[in-house]
């Protein structure tokens, strides 16, 4: 990066340049840095929550960008089809609730035909990727707690406010609806009655700095990657299709008055018709020509580039395309630190779907409908307990690590094989088996313990379905292994 003292001293070339830094807001403007795009000093933007904060215009671009490369771009649309797959899809988005009443009523919600949260999360997340950031505007019925939502244009949004100046306690947002200015206060826990109250759900997952209120599009990164990628292979296709032209050189010997006396006795310039015979004397000559189409420097250029956006877009390029050029070995090493990074993207989301339906929760005991406490149970050990109404609700996505679960199921099983022979001779006592084995169940799985699982003799596929059952609503008593006998723990 060049100078920022003394820009005129000679230097290699500038990774960056003023007109960047402004676009996306990372020089300090409010703080005497010019503006490169109209020369203001001292500037702050709307809405921006700090002083790196991304231009409106800027963030406008980026969103008009990205649905175009959805729209138009193939590995645009597979970087978020992939996503999308794995954080939502499969077997989608799913809640549990602790408590029965609390239960009924956030099936209520979710089933509504008005919300069908369920059925839209494929939409809901795509559009929070490809846009950045996703504004609901939150219906609540004063007397029912019914709560619905709708979704706000983020393009509309022209100043978002903070309490107290808090970046991270969004207050009210602002946007135009049909030419009108129209305020709603961001949803949040209110310190009165410790439940959500609001008029809209904010959800801005990509962001810089603690300082930013507004996000980016996932994309943001990779747009200009994925336009190169898009230009090189465009331009091979034309050239290929170009080359598919044959071009014949004809030698006449002889002046030039022979060359037109050749084409006007021939009948012109055309191209002899495919799979005909030309007739000519030694005196003609004729030769094809082809072009070289540059298919190999455009692939490994290609290859580069897609290089990037794989690796900016966080998956593994072999997901993306050219998986002839990996092994089983190679693509198992480079799946853990991609599973690690959709299931980040994936639980910054699923919080979002959580929020909305604990503020649905919360609306119900302002309502009347639901208890402001409710009773739960710890499924270790078994023991009630009170919990606010909405802290007994949450959101699961899909396994993004099918496989891992697998491999983790047949490890325990190995243990519990391992820890009974321990028993049957001695080294170890029921009792410190029974604890072994429920510290390594949860600390693999991640899922609470229970009593079917105490057998030596479980399939391993029944473990694992369990694991992913234990993810959804229906869970344990539905599992395989609850119809196992209680094992010798």
Known sequence: MGSWFWPDAPSRA????????????????????????????????????????????????????????????????????????????????????????VHRYVEEFWQDPRNK?????????????????????????????????????????????NLHGNPLWPDKVLFRRNGTDTFRRIAAVDDHDNLRAGQALWFAPWKTTLMDVRSQPFLSTVLDQLDSYDTVLSNLVDRTALARYLVWTVKVNGDAGAVATFVRERGGLHAPPSGSIEVHNDQVEWKPQTAQTGAYEDSKAAASVLTEVAAGAGLSKVWLAEPEDANRATSQSMAEPVRRRIQGVQGVYLNHVQELVRFAVDQGVRAGRLPRLVKARNPKSGEEYEIPAAMSVRVSGPEVAAADAQISAQT?????????????????????????????????????????????????DDVATHVEATQKPEATETSPLARLSPGYL
């Open 117 to 161: 949260v369920g059925e839209i999360q494929p939409l809901m997340f795509r559009d929070a990727l490809i846009n950045g950031e996703q504004l609901l505007e939150l219906m609540v019925g004063t007397l029912t707690g019914v709560t619905r939502f709708c979704p706000v244009a983020v393009e509309s949004i022209t100043e978002i406010t």
């Open 412 to 460: 325990l099983l190995n243990l519990a094989t391992g820890i009974k022979t321990f028993i049957e001779h001695g080294v170890m006592t029921p009792e410190a088996a029974k604890f072994a084995a429920r510290k390594a169940w949860e600390e693999y799985m991640g899922v609470p313990y229970v009593a079917s699982l105490d057998s030596p003799d479980a399939n391993a």
């Open 14 to 101: 500038s990774e960056v340049n003023a007109a960047q830094l402004a676009a996306t807001g990372a020089s300090l403007g409010g703080h005497g840095v010019v503006d490169p795009i109209d020369g203001d000093t001292g500037w702050a933007r709307m809405g921006s929550g700090g002083p790196r904060g991304i231009p409106l215009w800027t963030l406008e671009k980026l969103r008009a960008y990205s649905v175009n490369a959805y729209r138009a771009n193939p590995m645009a649309k597979a970087i978020i089809d992939t996503y999308t797959s794995f954080c939502v899809g499969d077997s989608g988005v799913t809640w549990q609730a602790d408590n029965d009443a």
